[in-house]
């Protein structure tokens, strides 16, 4: 509820975006320690996310299908690096049906090794490839300091996994769904996100190369937001994923996996939000416009409601999202700041002199007070109200971008990267040792982000060490 | 893959369907005992039918949430009925992030308990009642004998959780919810069924009434496809879900819950299948139309498949699910087996001579052989493509009504009852007794199906002892 302020911004990021989540309905605190529930405001948010996610993944030819929640504790051990990533985060069921397990189960932190073994079962020849697989579910990562969608014990998902006949092959899918989520991210979310490699320090446990997307919240610390693994053959030659080629030889498939979690919910929250609360990009949000009647007396009530009643059904056939809040005994007042909080993209006005002069005021969530409110006629609404949110949907991504690209810096030195990365991202040349992102991260707690994919010609020299040094890097503290 | 045929349905009826779910790639087992792998084909059937039935739980006033899959031990001993009920199925999480837990975790077998206790946080007034959330997932009930979308230890469902302020109220959502699962078993699936109570010993853990559907399976078992639960006061109690009502009195609310789960894909192969395979009635065929090129030449395909692109452009346009199988090295027969083994509705076939007449061959699934066959002009085939798959549809929904119709049977004693509940269902006047029931199920292995809501007018004799009788049942063996 709205009676009360947000802690600012300025004054605590954390604390507001602890706030701003709890009140804004979007998620609370389970009974279960280290998990969350994602309320309908939240989990609606996030059902569109899904949309726009699983339309792509349509669109290049991926299926979705559901595999067990229960992984066996053996098919860890089957992949090294694997095996020391995950199990000390897993959660274990040693006991079912009132009888000890013979074997113990892990509650799935991911399903490589589970998929691995179907996927050994399911392909014998080429023509069984590729497998284009997705699922969407929840993990379970052991983790005790929650932060609501940032950081639980359980997360919700998607996870693609694929095997294609050769590496070139799962190089190209990895990579089309680095785009597609730097797509959806940008195009839906309005997030400006940067793509780019993980350095080996940061790679997925088991991968032979991890890409990322990050984007910049606005305390100016780096999210990842999601992730494309190629495997090569590692998790193939683990699970004996094989299949006669056309020349009828036994080879082992390539593998890729991709995930993108409901962290992207933080990231919204934190790269859009002001003291206000949450601002939804009107492509993802669950309402999209919320109609606020005004009026004293009950004369006025019923020729505003008829107008509501009206625009309501114009918008709704037109197919915007909109809700009318028609709660009694609240204030107009109290209903704004209710859906400020909310972060509904537009706010439609309609009071008695509205009716008169067949108008309706149009206020926008991401330009404050008057600067952001309209009048605009009757006649022609649906359109107008199409429009203003496509101009909102691209003004959050412009706002987002500015500040983003106003918050990386290129240090000339080390000394200046060392203050930099306090206020915002670094990017600088960086020789690729995990010495030197070592020190980084001791000096500063800034981790080597992505090494974008985007690079300027040439060589440099790296920040720390000051030998040679073929790619940039960002640098920055992180979620 | 159909180059081997299934063992008929009247030879072995359960070989026939594990067969068919196998060789339909709709499920396979899983490594984990006791849990199913969910395939493509099947999940996208799977994600139709959720379509279907989110779109009836909106349009009544249902949001989604998502609640933690793991839930305290405790939780389950706070209703006494309930514990009972589900201990005995549990899997148990004892261990997490290396450690042992201080209080155990069981892995959801249905959510009442943690749900039940997250809304006595959120429910305070009369103003944040009722509550309508559901909630799409899996659950865990301890099971070893599989089988697959029937009985396995881990299966997909929804669950819908509702608290209100007045026992009418929940009363009324609860049939409200049994009318909705009757509508899409009915309109989506084409499966015609039963609506009525179950007895006090078929009844949920911890409900005060559970009302179901029941269906009738071409073995002529039943099936209980989706149950809607009235809990009275009995959670709200358990877990303090109370409120502060118009009159400021503290008042405990009344909840219900109701699911439906992946069984409905078991239900949907056995009472539309037959001895080529699966049935898929159109409205949630993953794939409505199949078509299959057929040609001998280089000159042939390339006429063949210029039509063949143009009838799929016309019809995919048009919203219709509709496939190519280009498959080179598959003989047309081949492929005609292939895709009756899937059931996919409608066949489309496309030859030299249909190129040269402008007209197509369509086969419909429903209808075996030349009967199901006909040839259709190319001018205006979206729109007969659309008029016959609605006509398989209700053309499936009759014939199941009809083999459903034919084996109820009305036996004029205990004598016949146990004959008629070998080769149907009986429907015969019932006491209410729990003894009565018992020494149905001992003498014949038959069960209190439903107490069906439509009821002659009246009162009879009880079939098994005799005395007074307000409600006719039906007795039948069952899945």
């Given at each position: 509820?709205?009676?009360e302020?947000l802690t600012?911004?300025?004054?605590?990021?954390?604390d507001w975006?602890?706030?701003?989540?709890?009140?804004?309905?979007?998620?609370?605190y389970a009974?279960?320690?280290?998990c969350?529930?994602v309320?309908p405001?939240?989990w609606?948010?996030?059902?569109?996310?899904?949309a726009?996610l699983?339309?792509r993944f349509k669109?290049?030819?991926?299926?979705?299908?559901a595999?067990?929640?229960?992984?066996?504790?053996?098919?860890?051990?089957?992949e090294?690096?694997h095996?020391?990533?995950?199990?000390?985060e897993?959660?274990?069921?040693?006991h079912?049906?009132?009888?000890?397990?013979e074997?113990?189960?892990a509650v799935?932190?991911?399903?490589?090794?589970?998929?691995g073994?179907?996927y050994?079962?399911?392909?014998?020849?080429?023509?069984?490839?590729?497998?284009?697989?997705?699922?969407?579910?929840?993990?379970?990562?052991?983790?005790?300091?929650?932060?609501?969608?940032?950081r639980?014990a359980?997360f919700y998902?998607?996870?693609g996994?694929?095997?294609?006949?050769?590496?070139?092959?799962a190089?190209?899918?990895t990579?089309?769904?680095?785009?597609?989520?730097?797509?959806?991210?940008?195009t839906?979310?309005?997030?400006?996100?940067?793509?780019?490699?993980?350095?080996?320090?940061?790679?997925f446990?088991?991968?032979?190369?991890?890409t990322?997307?990050?984007?910049?919240?606005?305390?100016?610390?780096?999210l990842?937001s999601?992730?494309?693994?190629?495997?090569?053959?590692n998790?193939?030659?683990a699970?004996?994923?094989?299949?006669?080629?056309?020349?009828n030889?036994?080879?082992?498939a390539?593998?890729?996996?991709?995930?993108?979690?409901?962290r992207?919910?933080g990231a919204l929250?934190m790269?859009?939000?002001?003291?206000?609360g949450?601002?939804?990009?009107p492509k993802i949000?669950?309402?999209q416009?919320?109609?606020?009647?005004?009026?004293?007396?009950?004369?006025?009530?019923?020729?505003?409601?008829?107008?509501?009643?009206?625009?309501?059904?114009?918008?709704?056939?037109?197919g915007v999202?909109v809700?009318?809040?028609d709660r009694?005994?609240?204030?107009?007042?109290f209903k704004?700041n209710?859906?400020e909080?909310?972060?509904?993209?537009?706010?439609?006005?309609?009071?008695?002199?509205?009716?008169k002069?067949e108008s309706?005021?149009?206020?926008?969530?991401d330009?404050?007070?008057?600067d952001g409110?309209t009048?605009?006629?009757?006649?022609?609404?649906?359109?107008?109200v199409?429009?203003?949110?496509?101009?909102?949907?691209?003004?959050?991504?412009?706002?987002?971008?500015?500040?983003?690209d106003?918050?990386?810096?290129?240090p000339k030195d080390?000394d200046?990267l060392?203050?930099?990365?306090?206020?915002?991202?670094?990017l600088?040349w960086?020789?690729?040792?995990?010495?030197?992102e070592?020190?980084v991260?001791?000096?500063?707690?800034?981790?080597?982000r992505?090494?974008?994919l985007d690079?300027?010609?040439?060589?440099?020299k790296c920040?720390v060490c000051?030998?040679?040094?073929?790619?940039?890097?960002?640098?920055?503290?992180?979620?």
């Open positions: 509820m709205a009676d302020k600012p911004q300025s004054e605590n990021f954390s975006y602890n706030q701003l989540v709890l009140r804004a309905e979007l998620a609370d009974p279960v320690r280290g969350m529930v309320r405001y939240g609606t948010l996030w059902e569109n996310m899904q726009g699983d339309r669109e290049t030819g991926h299926v979705n299908a595999f067990p929640t229960l992984i066996p504790m053996s098919f860890f051990e089957k090294k690096e095996v020391e990533g995950f199990s000390p897993l959660a274990v069921v040693t079912g049906g009132g009888k000890e397990l074997e113990k189960l799935r932190p991911t399903s490589e090794t589970i998929i073994y179907m050994s079962k399911w392909v014998q020849s080429w023509r069984d490839l590729p497998i284009l697989i997705n699922q969407w579910g929840s993990v379970m990562r052991w983790e005790l300091r929650t932060k609501l969608f940032l639980t359980e998902w998607q996870e996994h694929t095997a294609h006949a050769t590496a070139d092959e190089m190209e899918e990579y089309r769904m680095l785009d597609v989520y730097a797509d959806f991210a940008e839906d979310c309005a997030i400006p996100v940067v793509k780019g490699h993980k350095s080996d320090t940061e790679r446990a088991g991968a032979q190369m991890t990322g997307i990050e984007a910049m919240m606005q305390d100016r610390k780096a990842q999601g992730t494309s693994h190629y495997f090569g053959q998790f193939a030659e699970f004996e994923i094989d299949f006669l080629n056309k020349d030889e036994l080879e082992l390539y593998t890729t996996s991709w995930g993108m979690s409901t992207m919910i929250i790269v859009h939000g002001d003291d206000q949450m601002k939804m990009p949000a669950p309402i416009v919320v109609i606020v009647p005004i009026y004293r007396k009950d004369a006025e009530k019923e020729k505003v409601m008829a107008a509501v009643d009206e625009v309501f059904a114009e918008l709704k056939e037109g999202r809700k009318v809040d009694e005994g609240f204030s107009p007042g704004y209710d859906w909080l909310r972060g509904v993209p537009l706010r439609l006005e309609i009071g008695p002199r509205d009716v002069k309706v005021a149009l206020a926008r969530r330009v404050p007070g008057r409110k009048f605009e006629p009757r006649v022609g609404l649906l359109d107008t199409v429009d203003r949110l496509d101009s909102i949907q691209a003004s959050m991504f412009e706002a987002a971008k500015k500040f983003r106003d918050n990386i810096h290129n080390y200046e060392k203050e930099v990365v306090q206020k915002g991202w670094a600088s960086w020789c690729e040792s995990a010495e030197c070592a020190k991260k001791e000096d500063t707690k800034a981790t080597t992505v090494i974008p690079q300027p010609e040439g060589e440099g920040v000051g030998e040679k040094a073929e790619k940039k890097v960002y640098f920055a503290k992180a979620y």
